[in-house]
């Protein structure tokens, strides 16, 4: 069964910092690419920043700049570095893994965390 946990959420004054963690476990042979999504509420889920195996970002266009996103193939682990943070991005931060190729198992299939929740106080 292949889990993804995030951890790192919290609050923090506007224009602080947070790093949120995201570790894939069970089995897991490769992942395709791996990223962070957020929810509002009230709001539909979001892509907030990317990477894929190879190490391409993609970034929303509302944190470019303010976030970065790192990854570790080995551990199938992904960072999400937040600078600056604003009111705007409060939100639950969800993990999620493209493309997981687990062992004994033919197909791929993503997978989600549970979520973390970031609370930005202005």
């Known amino acids: 069964q292949v889990q993804l946990v995030e951890s790192g959420g919290g609050l923090v004054q506007a224009g602080g910092s947070l790093r949120l963690s995201c570790a894939a476990s069970g089995s897991i042979i490769s992942i395709n690419a791996m990223g962070w999504y957020r929810q509002a509420p009230g709001k539909q889920r979001e892509l907030v920043a990317a990477?894929?195996?190879?190490?391409?970002?993609n970034y929303a266009d509302s944190v470019k700049g303010r976030f970065t996103i790192s990854r570790d193939n080995a551990k199938n682990t992904v960072h999400l570095q937040m600078n600056n943070l604003k009111a705007e991005d409060t939100a639950v931060y969800y993990c999620k893994g493209d493309g997981v190729k687990v062992a004994f198992r033919p197909l791929k299939a993503d997978y989600w965390g549970q979520g973390t929740q970031v609370t930005v106080s202005s």
């Open positions: 990477i894929t195996s190879g190490g391409s970002t």
